[in-house]
C-alpha cells in the first residue's frame, strides 16, 4: 500500500466554500508536501511543511501536519472555479535513501 | 521561469520499439526524477538521479532504463515497449540534497503503445 493515502479521493462543493482534504501516511517523514495536477498536465508544488512544523500559510492555503497521528490535512479556503482539480501529497522520507513518495491524489470539483 | 520541459506532450509507438522520454531542466537541479502516472495508482517512481552519470532504481525499474550524461538532461529508455507501458510519464526536478524541496514537473508525456 502507498506511503500517502488522501481522503477524500473525490469533493464537490460550491464556489465560495472551503475544501477540506486528508493525507494519512504509514513512516517517519522529512517533511510532506502538497501538489496540485489540473487534468492532462503535470503537477504543481502548492506547499512544504516539515516535520517540526505544526501549521503554514500560504495566501488561500492551510497546511496543518501532527506526526504523532501521521496526518496531515489542506485547507483551501473561499474555493474558487479554478481550484478544480486533483490534489497530491507526497512525504518526504530518508529511510533507505531519500524519497518522495506520492498519494493517488483528492479530485476536487468546484462548482461554479 | 523556471522550467521542466519534457519533449513530447503525446506520443504513440509500436510494441517492441525502443523508446526515448527526454527531460531537460534549467534550473541547475542537482536532482531529477522519473515517474509514471496511472489512474488510481498515483505517481509510481521508476528511476531517479542526484547526480551526472549517477541513477538508481525507484519502485518500479522494470523494462526502463535511464540516462544522465549532463546535468540538465535526464532521458527515459522503454528499451522494447509493451502495452503495458501506456501511461503518462512525469518528469521532475529539485535542488539540494535529499528530501529539502518541492518538485518541479514537466508537463508530462502520454504514451500510448499499440
Known amino acids: 500500500s502507498q506511503q500517502g493515502e488522501e481522503d477524500p479521493q473525490a469533493l464537490s462543493i460550491q464556489e465560495g466554500e472551503n475544501a477540506t482534504m486528508n493525507c494519512s501516511y504509514k513512516t517517519s517523514i522529512n517533511n510532506l508536501q502538497w501538489y496540485r495536477q489540473n487534468s492532462g498536465r503535470g503537477l504543481v508544488h502548492l506547499i512544504l511543511?516539515?516535520?517540526?512544523?505544526r501549521e503554514k500559510h500560504s495566501g488561500r492555503l492551510r497546511v496543518t501536519l501532527d506526526t504523532s497521528k501521521k496526518s496531515s490535512s489542506l485547507l483551501i479556503t473561499a474555493s474558487r472555479a479554478a481550484d478544480t482539480a486533483s490534489y497530491f501529497c507526497a512525504t518526504g522520507i530518508s529511510t533507505g535513501g531519500f524519497k518522495t513518495i506520492f498519494g493517488a491524489g483528492t479530485r476536487l470539483f468546484v462548482k461554479a | 521561469d523556471v522550467k521542466v520541459t519534457q519533449s513530447s506532450r503525446y506520443l504513440v509507438k509500436r510494441t517492441g520499439e525502443k523508446v526515448f522520454l527526454e527531460c531537460v531542466q534549467d534550473?541547475?537541479?542537482?536532482?531529477m526524477f522519473w515517474y509514471r502516472q496511472d489512474p488510481g495508482l498515483g505517481l509510481r517512481l521508476i528511476y531517479f538521479s542526484y547526480d551526472v552519470k549517477m541513477k538508481e532504481k525507484g519502485d518500479i525499474p522494470e523494462g526502463y532504463s535511464v540516462s544522465r550524461e549532463k546535468k540538465e538532461r535526464f532521458s527515459l529508455i522503454l528499451e522494447s515497449a509493451s502495452t503495458n507501458q501506456t501511461s503518462m510519464y512525469l518528469c521532475?526536478?529539485?535542488?539540494?540534497?535529499?528530501?529539502?524541496?518541492?518538485?518541479?514537473f514537466g508537463s508530462g508525456t502520454r504514451l500510448t503503445v499499440v
Open positions: 521532475a526536478s529539485s535542488g539540494g540534497r535529499g528530501t529539502r524541496g518541492g518538485y518541479t
Open positions: 534550473m541547475d537541479h542537482e536532482n
Open positions: 511543511i516539515r516535520s517540526n512544523e
